[in-house]
C-alpha cells in the first residue's frame, strides 16, 4: 500500500466515530440557551474532535440569511447572523475546511481539503450529505443554479501534478474532471446565471490565471484579463445584478494585502472594470481575505490577519464600495478561510 | 546491495576531548584514509584536502565534536572541522558556503565550501542553535533555538553576521529544533522531537513576516499526528519533513499547507535516522538523492537513498569518520 493509499485509508477509518469532551461555548453565546449537540445524523458524520458543535437555540428557526466562515486554524465552520455577525453555531469535526459554496436550500458545502471530502451543512448547521473526492484536495466549490450541479475545485492532485474541476451532476455520484491545461491550480470558481462556470488560479509558471468552462463545454479555456495585474487567486462570485465576475487578489498590488476587482467578461476577455479595497477594524487594509460572499449590496468574509496588523475577524462590507467594514466579530477566527451565505 | 564504504583506519588515533551529542562514547578524532600529500591545517586539527574544492561535498556533523567532510560521490573522507563544541544542524547557501550550529558554543559557523577556517560567525547567544535554514531568494540565515524544557527557544533571523539578529518566538510550540525556507522565502519552523509538554507542532514566518503564525500541517492521513520530526528543508519543489525513516512532502501556499507525499528509506538495522539533506543540482527541479545520518547500538552511518523514490535499504553508506551523525549537508562545487 502505497502512502497515499494509506492515507485515505485511514481517513475513512477516522470518520467511524464522532466523539469529544464538550467545550464551552465562546463567552458572545451566553445570551443563548445551549445546545450542545452532536453534529452526526443519518449515516453521515464528521471526524472526532477536541470538543462537539454548538448551536444556539434560536437558530433551530431561523430563516433569515446566515454566514457560515470555515477556518483551518481551529477546523471548524462558524455560523454568524447577518448582518450582526452574531456567532449562531460552532460545528466541529472537520480537519482542513476552506471554501464553500450555497444552493438554493440554503445548504453550504464546505470543501475539506486534507479529508478529501465535501460535506454539505443545512442552513441550521445540521450534516445532510457528503461526497468523497478520493484523490483530489478540493479547496473551494461552485453551485449551478441552473442545473443544480456541484463544481469543486481541487487545488492539484495528490503526486503533485496539476488540478481540476470536478463537477458532480445534482451535487452527486461521481465526478466529471475537467481542465485547462495551462493552468496549474486551481483555486476558487463561481457560476454565472448562464451555469458558465468560471474559476481561478496559477499557470504553470506560477502566475494567476482565470478560466471558464462554458456550458456543456467539454474543457476550459483562459480568459485573458486586462486593465489590472491580479496577483494571487481569491473569490470568484458572479454579480448577477451588474453580470460582471467579482475576483478577489489575495496579494493586491503584490503584497500582503487583499482587494477584489469586478471584471467585465466578452467572449475570451475579461477586463477589469473596478478595484474595490477592503479595510480591517483599524482601518488598514486587510491581509488575506481568502473567499467572501456577495449578499444584496455587502460582501462578507473573514481576514486571516498573518500580517500582525490586527486580529483575525470576519467582517461585512459594502459592495461595490469596500472601505471600512459595516460590522465584525473578532472573537473566534483563527485562519478563517472560506465564506458562503445561506439564505 | 549496499555499498558500504568502511575504510580501515590506522593504529594512530588522535583522542578528542568534545563534549559531543547526542550523548555517547567520543570516538578518536578523525584521520584520512589515506593521508594527502599536502593538507591544510587550522587551528587545532582541521584539515582539508586542497582537491575538496572542486568537489561535491557532504559535511556531518558528529556527536564527537567533528564535522567530517567527504566527497559526495566517490563518499570519501577528504577533511575534518574541529574546535566545535557541539555541532548539530548545518544548512547551505546558494554559493556553497556551509553554515553550522554550533549548539554548546550558542553561534553559528559559516565555512566556505571546501574551507577549514570559519569565514563568518554568527552570534547566538544566549539561545542554543540546533538547526538552520538560508533563505534561497534573501540569503537571510534562520536558526531554530532550542533552549531546553526550563526556558523558551526562538526563531532567530540574520541578514549578514555583521547585523543584529531577530527573534521571533511562540509559546504554543516552545523550543525549536527545525525550520526550512520554501523557494518563496516562507519559513515553516517545528519544535521537533518534543520532550517537554509540548506537543509536536508547526509555525510559518511568511516572507518578510512579523510573527510566527502557528499551522495545521496535514500528514498521509486526515488525523495524522506529528512525532519525531527531526527537520525541514526546500527539495526544491515541496517543503520536505524529515520524521525517523520518512519525508513527508507539504506545499506551502498562502498560509495553507498540504500533504503531497511520502518517502520512505529503510535499513536492514533498526536504527534512528535523520536528519536529511536532499541532493538537488536542478535548477528549479526536485532533489534526486537523499542523504541522512543513522545510528544505532552496533551502527554510526550516514546512508543515501533515491529520492523521493526512497527505498527498502540504502544505496550506498559511509561509516568512515562517522559518529552518531546528526547534522548533514550537501555542498555542490562551484
Known amino acids: ?343 | 546491495m549496499r555499498n558500504t564504504v568502511a575504510a580501515a583506519i590506522g593504529a594512530a588515533v588522535l583522542l578528542t576531548g568534545c563534549t559531543g551529542a547526542p550523548a555517547g562514547v567520543a570516538s578518536p578524532g578523525v584521520v584520512p584514509e589515506a593521508l594527502p600529500t599536502s593538507h591544510v591545517l587550522h587551528g587545532d586539527r582541521s584539515w582539508m584536502t586542497p582537491d575538496a574544492a572542486g568537489q561535491d561535498l557532504l559535511y556531518v556533523s558528529n556527536g564527537n565534536g567533528e564535522v567530517t567532510v567527504y566527497r559526495y560521490w566517490q563518499r570519501t573522507l577528504v577533511g575534518v572541522l574541529t574546535d566545535m563544541t557541539k555541532p548539530m544542524g548545518e544548512c547551505v547557501d546558494k554559493t556553497g558556503d556551509v553554515y553550522v550550529a554550533d549548539f554548546g558554543a550558542e553561534k553559528i559557523l559559516e565555512f566556505a565550501h571546501g574551507g577549514t577556517k570559519p569565514i563568518a560567525t554568527f552570534n547566538d547567544a544566549p539561545d542554543s542553535p540546533y538547526a538552520c535554514s538560508i533563505d534561497p531568494t534573501s540569503g537571510k540565515l534562520a536558526v531554530a533555538n532550542d533552549d531546553g524544557s526550563s526556558a523558551q527557544g526562538n526563531i532567530a533571523v540574520w541578514t549578514s553576521a555583521s547585523s543584529a539578529r531577530t527573534t521571533y518566538s511562540d509559546s504554543t510550540l516552545g523550543n525549536f529544533q527545525g525550520c526550512g525556507f520554501d523557494g518563496s522565502g516562507n519559513l515553516l519552523a517545528t519544535n521537533g522531537v518534543v520532550d517537554y509538554s509540548k506537543k509536536t507542532g508547526f509555525a510559518w514566518l511568511p516572507k518578510n513576516g512579523t510573527k510566527l503564525i502557528n499551522i495545521n500541517v496535514p500528514g498521509p492521513s486526515s488525523n495524522w499526528r506529528w512525532g519525531a520530526v527531526m527537520g525541514v528543508q526546500w527539495d526544491g519543489k515541496f517543503l520536505a519533513i524529515d520524521e525517523e525513516y520518512a519525508i513527508y512532502r507539504i506545499s506551502l501556499m498562502h498560509g495553507q499547507a498540504y500533504y503531497v507525499g511520502t518517502s520512505e528509506m529503510f535499513a536492514e538495522e533498526e536504527n534512528n535516522t535523520g536528519p536529511y539533506a536532499i541532493y538537488n543540482n536542478t535548477q528549479g527541479g526536485q532533489g534526486t538523492q537523499v542523504v541522512g545520518g543513522m545510528h544505532g547500538e552496533s551502527v554510526s552511518e550516514v546512508a543515501y537513498w533515491d529520492y523521493p523514490a526512497g527505498g527498502s535499504e540504502p544505496i550506498a553508506t559511509i561509516t568512515h569518520g562517522v559518529d552518531k551523525a546528526f547534522g548533514v549537508a550537501i555542498s555542490l562545487k562551484k
Not at chain 1, 195 to 219: K, V
Request: charged share 15%; hydrophobic share 35%; aromatic share 10%.
Open chain 1, 1 to 343: 500500500m502505497n502512502a497515499r493509499s494509506l492515507g485515505i485509508a485511514l481517513s475513512l477509518s477516522s470518520l467511524a466515530a464522532c466523539t469529544g469532551a464538550a467545550a464551552p461555548p465562546p463567552a458572545d453565546q451566553s445570551a443563548f440557551n445551549r445546545a450542545t449537540t452532536s453534529v452526526a445524523r443519518g449515516p453521515f458524520r464528521l471526524h472526532a474532535d477536541r470538543r462537539r458543535s454548538w448551536f444556539a437555540a434560536e437558530l433551530a428557526h431561523k430563516q433569515s440569511s446566515l454566514l457560515f466562515v470555515s477556518d483551518s486554524g481551529t477546523a471548524d465552520v462558524y455560523v454568524y447572523s447577518l448582518p450582526a455577525l452574531k456567532l449562531m453555531a460552532t460545528v466541529t469535526g472537520f480537519s482542513q475546511p476552506q471554501g464553500e459554496c450555497s444552493d438554493n436550500k440554503g445548504n453550504v458545502w464546505i470543501a475539506d481539503t486534507n479529508a478529501q471530502t465535501m460535506y454539505e451543512l443545512s442552513h441550521h448547521g445540521r450534516l445532510v450529505n457528503e461526497i468523497k473526492t478520493t484523490g483530489a484536495y478540493p479547496v473551494s466549490c461552485a453551485w449551478d443554479a441552473t442545473t443544480g450541479d456541484l463544481a469543486v475545485m481541487s487545488l492539484f492532485n495528490g503526486s503533485g501534478t496539476s488540478g481540476d474541476v470536478l463537477v458532480y451532476a445534482s451535487g452527486s455520484g461521481s465526478g466529471v474532471p475537467y481542465t485547462n491545461p495551462s493552468q496549474y491550480y486551481y483555486d476558487f470558481g463561481g457560476y454565472d446565471s448562464e451555469g458558465n462556470l468560471f474559476f481561478d488560479g496559477l499557470d504553470t509558471n506560477g502566475n494567476f490565471i482565470l478560466s471558464e468552462l462554458p456550458r456543456n463545454a467539454s474543457s476550459a479555456e483562459t480568459i485573458k484579463v486586462s486593465g489590472g495585474t491580479i496577483y494571487y487567486p481569491g473569490m470568484v462570485a458572479w454579480n448577477t445584478a451588474k453580470r460582471e465576475l467579482v475576483v478577489g487578489d489575495q496579494s493586491c498590488g503584490n503584497s500582503y494585502a487583499s482587494c477584489l476587482y469586478t471584471l467585465g467578461i466578452s467572449g475570451k476577455a475579461g477586463t477589469i472594470s473596478r478595484e474595490i479595497a477592503l479595510k480591517n477594524s483599524s482601518g488598514g487594509p486587510i491581509c488575506d481575505l481568502v473567499q467572501g460572499a456577495l449578499l444584496n449590496g455587502e460582501v462578507a468574509g473573514s481576514d486571516f490577519d498573518f500580517c500582525g496588523s490586527s486580529p483575525s475577524a470576519t467582517y461585512v462590507w459594502a459592495f461595490p464600495g469596500g472601505g471600512n467594514p459595516t460590522n465584525s466579530n473578532a472573537k473566534s477566527d483563527s485562519v478563517p478561510v472560506g465564506a458562503a451565505v445561506s439564505k
